[in-house]
């Protein structure tokens, strides 16, 4: 599957992978083997009044909540299962992002260009993220996704060459196509 964009995001909103669904994707049995039909995964749907609904999965763990109460949510906690939204499936692929922030790290750790090739987040997410958010099973599960860096026609910065990720961000252009409406997940208000 590929993405393309205007401009990535700054700040880690989310974060977006795409899931084959041969791998684990529930809680209550991690080892299953599905496709997207065994689940009822489905694309987006939006109501005649406005309400989009996203399927969601389960897929993963991290650090979400301070447990231990020292103020922050990190590897002195337990970590949780991570949902995600279903923002489409392909067949038995599925483009995730993740339902609420699970991180905070910065793009770049100086004040200087940098495409998303060569920026810190990408390699974090893509190497510290991954290896503690998934275990070796559901990593398999992870495909590698070509991101296509376009140039921004409105800041006229470079997109930087393509490349290959597990983990990304969602890019603006992204955002724009998530309709801005009210929402459910699951069917829940």
């Given at each position: 599957m590929?993405?393309?964009?205007?401009k990535?995001?700054?700040?880690?909103?989310?974060?977006?992978?795409?899931?084959?669904l041969?791998?684990?994707?529930?809680?209550?049995?991690?080892?299953?083997e599905?496709?997207?039909?065994?689940?009822?995964?489905?694309?987006?749907?939006?109501?005649?009044?406005?309400v989009?609904?996203?399927?969601c999965?389960?897929?993963?763990?991290?650090?979400?909540?301070?447990?231990?109460?020292?103020?922050?949510?990190?590897?002195?906690?337990?970590?949780?299962?991570?949902?995600w939204r279903?923002?489409?499936?392909?067949?038995?692929?599925?483009?995730?992002?993740?339902?609420?922030?699970?991180?905070s790290?910065?793009?770049?750790?100086?004040?200087?260009s940098?495409?998303?090739?060569?920026?810190?987040?990408?390699?974090?997410?893509n190497s510290?993220?991954?290896?503690?958010?998934?275990?070796?099973?559901?990593?398999?599960?992870?495909?590698?996704t070509?991101v296509?860096?376009?140039d921004?026609?409105?800041?006229?910065t470079?997109?930087?060459?393509?490349?290959s990720?597990?983990?990304?961000?969602?890019?603006?252009?992204?955002?724009r196509?998530?309709?801005?409406?009210?929402?459910?997940?699951?069917?829940?208000?």
């Amino acid at each position: 599957m590929k993405r393309t964009t205007l401009k990535r995001s700054s700040i880690v909103l989310s974060f977006m992978l795409v899931l084959s669904l041969f791998g684990t994707v529930s809680p209550a049995n991690p080892a299953k083997e599905a496709k997207a039909a065994d689940y009822g995964l489905s694309n987006p749907r939006v109501s005649g009044d406005g309400v989009t609904t996203w399927d969601c999965i389960y897929f993963g763990n991290y650090w979400q909540y301070d447990i231990n109460g020292d103020g922050k949510a990190d590897k002195n906690d337990t970590k949780q299962f991570i949902k995600w939204r279903v923002l489409s499936v392909d067949g038995d692929d599925a483009f995730l992002l993740a339902d609420k922030n699970l991180d905070s790290q910065r793009y770049n750790e100086k004040w200087a260009s940098v495409t998303w090739e060569t920026c810190p987040l990408r390699q974090w997410l893509n190497s510290d993220f991954y290896e503690n958010a998934f275990d070796s099973s559901e990593q398999i599960a992870v495909l590698t996704t070509t991101v296509v860096n376009e140039d921004n026609p409105e800041y006229k910065t470079k997109g930087g060459n393509n490349t290959s990720d597990k983990v990304f961000l969602l890019f603006i252009g992204e955002t724009r196509q998530i309709p801005q409406r009210k929402f459910t997940a699951d069917g829940v208000r």
